[in-house]
């Protein structure tokens, strides 16, 4: 059908809503509330349009298009009231932006520049809400909420959780959990979706940057450690585009800001995989104990289980995290090897997630001393006054600087999966695969699905991101039959899309993220965990072999049975 | 603790759309909606607390502490509205250490507003369980207050 935007004459198709159509066209409309394939809410109205012959504007994300429809996008009328709408939001927020985080990337904060906001037409009515600090991952400021409802869809729709919701009415309501308890306490597993969603501050990551500094500053032996899906979207921050690999800046950066030591977690991945892939051999092997195996690199989907599913706790691999793995390795035997007391180092990672932040207060997990977001780094960098872009690259320190592609790919959706695959081949057979790529693994979508035949022994394979999907997978009645392994990360997309990564405004962004890390993969020398020499050398030198007296030790953890305030 | 489960088997299999008639029969039967009954009927109905919580806390209607003793009622209505209700309000949440919705910490007293008793010649008008008293000041709000604390001091005597 034809409609008509601004005069223009567009092609539109029945079933469109308004915004959908102008999108496709190009046309800028902001929008606060709206959600890329959810059902409009229609809560914000700032995407507020004119229709020649109706009386009132119409919000464009829940309105559908009809034939000959004239839209016109930006006359005054819209303006303004787009304008107003925005100035009433300010008119109940706390008006902080110097002292706020999300500065830099405040929807309502451009929004309010974008219309020309520059004077406050209503009486200020300030809502003194409690913040809530309770979580090691994110802060809650409910004050700087404008009620768009991102947060609560992204938790229960997406993730499957539900553990933020709207609470009482009117000039009260506001985003809290059940009993208006602090979220600490929740069945939250600290994916940080929500503060990724969210256009205010009233989300944030908790902020430990002044932490790391007072620990460069103390003189204590320092080492920084960085996830598979940094190096591929740091540059963002920096103006480099999505995908741009900076590994090498970062690593100087690092090094820079005074850490001792910057080592690759790839290589712990690298670690990682030896062991789950062991153990997953071996449960097959041993009668198929406590199957599917659950991957257990993702600390939101650790407590998601703990939390959500107990019956299948067995069934999480005891697997540490690659992050947790190499804390416990440089505290006991880089330190040893190196002749530091342990006491003396402190470790610190630098992480896509906030989940991470969780995790390092586990029991059993007390290696890592600190864990920073991407966003965090990059703060930092700046903090630091470092030159980013024009830093000579450098490597990640021996000998955990090495890596494999397999190690690498940790960072997207299926490549945890994927490399334990690579690896199991060859621990049955004694050869690597002919074809190490798995596609069918790879990309965006929530739920992928493999096989392999490894010596005529068929092993059926999950790949799950987005918890929400795996809430479905796990009340199916034979999910059991249907799988032997299932890899689970919470975030939509894996790491690159996790809750510390820099602001995503479209989605091609995370697409980039994930085509730079199978790039890398590609070009890779050594593809395969197995090959690794640094990861054999730490085998021959200190751990002996996977799944050994040593790694049980170091490297495997175990799981509790989690009560919640809000289940 | 019976009282929730008996109203959860008997909404067995029902969706999300009986959440408030639920709501409503667990506070006929408890007195007012607990913790452990959200949690319940969040599970029966597959949805989170925090949604349940959210709903229940969206009406008036719904109180999460128990009762007191005694059941303050203040009308807020127009007419009392006029005639100066607010003031008995500031002093029951003043005296009492409370606000509406809540049960002092002794389990004495508990406040509500209602938008409208139907007695506005008696304005302003508050009831305590269920006994109406008209033309109420925050004088006469103290005196009532203190007389009912003075005879549950002495009933504690004996």
């Not at chain 1, 690298?270 to 195996?293: C, F, H, N, Y």
């Not at chain 1, 586990?362 to 903090?383: H, K, P």
């Not at chain 1, 690259?393 to 494999?404: H, N």
């Amino acid at each position: 059908m034809k409609v008509y935007v601004n005069g223009k004459e567009v092609e539109a198709k029945a079933g469109e809503t308004i915004l959908s159509v102008l999108k496709s066209q190009s046309v800028d409309v902001p929008t606060l509330c709206h959600m890329e394939g959810k059902i409009p809410s229609g809560a914000c109205r700032i995407c507020v349009v004119e229709i020649e012959g109706q009386a009132n504007l119409v919000p464009s994300c829940s309105y559908p298009i009809t034939e000959g429809m004239r839209i016109k996008t930006n006359s005054p009328r819209v303006i303004n009231a787009r304008k107003t709408i925005i100035e009433l939001l300010l008119s109940s927020h706390p008006d902080d932006c110097l002292y706020c985080d999300k500065q830099d990337s405040c929807e309502l904060l451009f929004l309010a520049r974008k219309y020309g906001v520059n004077e406050k037409r209503f009486v200020k009515t300030v809502r003194n809400l409690k913040p809530d600090f309770s979580s090691p991952s994110i802060i809650r400021d409910p004050n700087k909420c404008i009620l768009c409802g991102k947060c609560v869809r992204v938790c229960e729709e997406v993730q499957g959780i539900g553990c933020i919701d709207f609470i009482r009415r009117g000039f009260r309501s506001q985003v809290g959990c059940a009993f208006d308890s602090s979220i600490n306490v929740t069945s939250c597993v600290n994916c940080g979706q929500c503060v990724n969603i969210c256009p205010t501050g009233a989300l944030m990551e908790n902020n430990n940057i002044m932490m790391v500094k007072k620990a460069i500053e103390s003189g204590k032996y320092v080492v920084a450690q960085h996830a598979p899906a940094v190096s591929v979207s740091l540059g963002e921050e920096f103006g480099f585009p999505a995908g741009k690999d900076v590994d090498g800046l970062m690593v100087s950066a690092l090094k820079e800001m005074g850490f001792k030591a910057v080592f690759d977690t790839s290589f712990a991945a690298d670690l990682t995989i030896m062991e789950e892939a062991s153990e997953l051999v071996e449960r097959i092997k041993s009668g198929k104990k406590d199957m599917p195996m659950f991957t257990s690199c993702c600390p939101g989907w650790v407590k998601y289980v703990e939390t959500f599913c107990q019956d299948f706790i067995p069934n999480l691999s005891t697997c540490k995290s690659p992050h947790q793995m190499l804390g416990s390795i440089i505290k006991s035997y880089y330190a040893k090897k190196n002749k530091i007391d342990p006491k003396d180092i402190v470790v610190v990672s630098i992480m896509p997630c906030t989940a991470k932040k969780f995790e390092i207060r586990r029991e059993n997990m007390e290696d890592v001393d600190y864990s920073l977001t991407t966003r965090e780094l990059a703060r930092m960098i700046s903090v630091y006054g470092v030159d980013f872009k024009n830093l000579k690259p450098q490597k990640a320190d021996i000998p955990f600087g090495e890596r494999s592609g397999a190690g690498k790919i940790f960072g997207s959706s299926g490549g945890v999966c994927e490399a334990a695959l690579r690896t199991a081949y060859w621990l049955v057979t004694g050869k690597d695969l002919k074809k190490l790529d798995f596609e069918s693994v790879r990309g965006m979508e929530g739920v992928k699905k493999t096989e392999v035949d490894i010596n005529g022994i068929k092993i059926k394979v999950g790949v799950v991101s987005g918890l929400g999907n795996i809430k479905n997978i796990l009340e199916s009645p034979d999910f059991k039959n249907e799988f032997d392994f299932i890899e689970v990360m919470a975030c939509p997309g894996g790491c690159i899309n996790g809750g510390g990564q820099p602001f995503v405004k479209n989605k091609k962004t995370l697409a980039e993220r994930m085509k730079a890390l199978y790039e890398i993969d590609k070009s890779e020398n050594i593809r395969t965990s197995h090959s690794n020499s640094a990861v054999k050398f730490l085998y021959e030198d200190f751990l002996g072999k996977p799944l050994g007296e040593k790694s049980h030790h170091l490297l495997h953890t175990s799981y509790l049975k989690r009560s919640v305030a809000d289940k | 603790m019976s009282k929730i489960k008996s109203v959860i088997e008997k909404y067995k299999n029902a969706k999300r759309d009986f959440l408030i008639p639920m709501l409503q029969e667990i506070q006929e039967a408890q007195g007012y909606v607990s913790k452990e009954a959200v949690k319940e009927i969040a599970r029966a109905l597959k949805i989170s607390s925090a949604k349940v919580y959210g709903v229940a806390t969206f009406y008036n209607q719904f109180r999460f502490e128990p009762l007191g003793k005694y059941h303050i009622m203040v009308c807020r209505g127009t007419a009392c509205h006029v005639k100066g209700s607010s003031q008995s309000l500031n002093i029951a949440c003043e005296v009492l250490k409370i606000k509406p919705g809540q049960t002092t910490k002794d389990g004495l007293f508990s406040l509500e507003t209602v938008a409208c008793m139907g007695a506005c010649s008696l304005a302003p008008v508050i009831s305590i369980n269920g006994e109406f008293y008209g033309e109420m000041t925050a004088e006469k709000l103290k005196k009532l207050i203190s007389e009912i604390r003075e005879k549950e001091k002495k009933n504690e005597g004996k």
